[in-house]
């Protein structure tokens, strides 16, 4: 991971109407990191990146994706970037490798063959290949989804909140993906509502609220602005995710590389 900025935003402004949603936002992403945007719904993270990926007009402000202003190099943004929204956006009647196919031939890609069975056994679907989507569970749409969302290589890769609505074990396949992706040098920004989420995938967490960053930092940095904890001795209690995973078992697709 590098400090120079693969994303950067500065006061970012967006009305529908009379209603504010962002009042000038300030953001800047390291290449090769994952950064959170976190805050609770109508916070503004959708608009954020909708703006960032070209597809939103800002009313004020500047960003800038790899390295191209938003508003006036729009192709070269989005010829940087990929979008995972909230939903899968796979087509269900197609097998798992007919979709990977078809994105690379779109993008005129050589070898569209070859680049698929590749995302199949780096995201660990190729025993589902020739199987149809709607036969997928939910994990592994939103794996064949991010997947499909790599073809061409991105350097930035948008994760609008990627695991709602999915089970936990689903949940922790993506954030599996998500780590080997920025791992590989891929900058990811997520956003998310979850706090388990940012905390966990997160090399630093932006908190967005009524329409702006009200802090910044890494997980640490962030525990420092509360006041010192008292220290006594509490017995731990194991989580639900804890009961979980000890009943179906820790093992799950991503790491055993098969599918779900």
Not at 7 to 32: E, M, Q
Not at 161 to 182: F, K, M, N, Y
Not at 204 to 217: M, N, Q, S, T, V
């Amino acid at each position: 991971m590098t400090t120079t900025p693969a994303i950067t935003i500065t006061g970012l402004t967006k009305s529908y109407g009379d209603t504010a949603v962002l009042r000038g936002v300030d953001l800047s992403v390291p290449a090769g990191s994952i950064v959170a945007l976190l805050g609770s719904n109508g916070a503004g993270k959708t608009t954020t990146v909708r703006i960032l990926s070209t597809l939103l007009k800002a009313d004020g402000g500047a960003c800038s994706v790899n390295g191209h202003d938003v508003a006036t190099a729009p192709a070269e943004v989005r010829a940087s970037i990929s979008l995972t929204g909230q939903f899968a956006a796979v087509d269900e009647i197609l097998t798992g490798r007919e979709n990977l196919v078809l994105i690379a031939e779109l993008r005129r890609l050589s070898d569209p063959r070859g680049i698929a069975d590749d995302l199949l056994a780096r995201f660990g679907l190729t025993d589902a290949a020739a199987r149809r989507v709607a036969t997928y569970s939910g994990g592994m749409r939103r794996r064949l989804d991010i997947a499909m969302s790599l073809i061409g290589h991105p350097p930035v890769l948008f994760l609008d909140e990627p695991t709602s609505g999915l089970d936990p074990q689903s949940r922790l396949e993506v954030w599996d993906t998500a780590r080997q992706l920025a791992g590989q040098g891929t900058t990811v920004l997520l956003t998310t509502q979850y706090l388990d989420e940012a905390e966990n995938l997160a090399d630093r967490i932006a908190i967005l609220h009524e329409g702006r960053i009200i802090a910044d930092g890494t997980l640490a940095e962030l525990r420092q602005l509360l006041p010192p904890a008292t220290v006594e001795y509490v017995e731990k209690k194991p989580t639900l995710e804890d009961v979980f995973l000890a009943i179906v078992g820790h093992d799950h697709p991503v790491r055993k590389g098969a599918e779900s």
